[in-house]
């Protein structure tokens, strides 16, 4: 693989979003408010994690379809010697007899409330009461519904009503309406006075429990209070002077070192042949997505694929959203996250004392080894990055489920193989395997290609929400911290 500069040349008047230089940090973030938040606690001296879990309080106010204390928190940070793999995801409750894909049998304990206290403790340098600031002004302030956020809601107004969070006003408010969540803005102030982890006991673990025991579900007290937030080191894969560091089990983030180290192995050719074999090689690991928990040794498995036909074997699911924070501070602290309630809404089972809906993360148990038990924790879609080369270090994540793994896999391979620079690697048109298909954004410039080496292409409108939304930031050799934001969704970067 070679190497090119991560920056752009002249960003100015052009389409493609340029790499901005900070002096205290750089932040890119899943929406413009989270953003905002973050570059205040770096001007106020936090650290590259304050600023991270200041700029994810934002998105739990205001994107709760996405995300929320409900839900769960991955994360990758990186030091400047190593990189820690933060696992803010729990398990299925221990006296679960039944697990569904909606509902209250549907929740794993939620992992974000206690990384965030893990993190803090490790790296944060701010106080909560500054860190959590911004989202509780908006949460009591109210935000403003927008138009897509009201169509999400009525598309799944059912599912919410049939979960118990009929009586949640979001249900009734129109695109333009502000949504006021004191409840919310209430339990933000008991991190400020407790910190995150009093969210696994005393009366937010009661009216959880509550919630949950009122639908049929079976997560209790004890399931909360056992909660433990793992931290220890990041999967590296080594190509050349590149290191990829990838989240360990139980994400799958495994699945895209298993597919560029096998990537590097193949040679390089042509963008058509180098697309062609990225679609076969996200195809090929995702076979082993149940088998995620295995974590290193499946950086050995040698994928077979035809390097001249398609095999149309499928494998990646239709799973969407999700939102991502990048930060890093002028101290070198790197940090690549993603926060998630998985579904729109997650569970859609709304804890009404606190104002949050909870995850349906059990929904991602499928067979074999990740097979639904109680107690265990299933295979998780959350997979940030980092980057590691002589050039400096660089953190990637992108919303998308499934196809996290396959849009990093081509903005990777498009700046260390073909060498385009970090924006225009960025904007540049995508594909996603789904199902049996290839979606390719109108205008991919192997879309012929791929067609005519048997790829089932189904053109689609640039932008699609299955394309992802990358958020990138890091830091250069001579120290200077940088950002970049996708054009897509409403991804926004910011420097301090």
Known sequence: MQYTNWRIADGYSSAVRPVLMGDVGAVSAAHPLAVAAAQDMLLRGGSAVDATIAAQAVLCVIMPDA?????DLFALVDDGIGTSAISGAGAAPRHGTVCSDDGANSITVPGLAGAWASMHARWGTLLFSDILARAIHLAEGGVMVSASMAQTVHTHA?????????SWSLLNLPAGARFVQKELAALLRLFVQHGPQCFYE????????????AQGGALDAQDLAAHVTEVGPALSVELGELSVMVQPPPTQ???LGMALRNFSRMGQGSAVLSDHLAVELTEASFAYRDRAGEGEALLDVALQVD?????????????????????TDRNGLVVSSLVSVFDDFGSCLLVPELGITLNNRAGGFTQGANAWRPG???????????????????????PGA???????????????CH???????VAAPRWRSQGKRLLMEEGHPSQAGLAAMGHDVLPTTPGATCFGAVVCTGIDTAGSPFAVADWRRNTWAGVA
């Open 67 to 71: 995300c929320g204390i409900g839900g």
């Open 158 to 166: 059912e599912r919410l009503r049939a979960n118990g969070a009929a």
């Open 202 to 213: 005393g009366d937010v673990a009661t009216h959880i429990v509550r919630a949950v025991k």
């Open 253 to 255: 983030g495994v699945l």
């Open 307 to 327: 390097p001249a036909q398609a095999s149309r074997r499928g494998g990646p699911r239709a799973y969407l959203h999700t939102a991502g924070v990048s930060v």
């Open 376 to 398: 265990a924790r299933p295979v998780h879609t959350l997979a940030p990055a980092l980057l590691r080369s002589p050039q400096g270090r660089m953190a990637l994540a992108t």
């Open 402 to 416: 499934d196809g996290q793994v396959q849009t990093l896999l081509q903005l990777i391979i498009r700046m260390q």
């Open 419 to 425: 060498g385009e620079d970090l924006a225009t690697a």
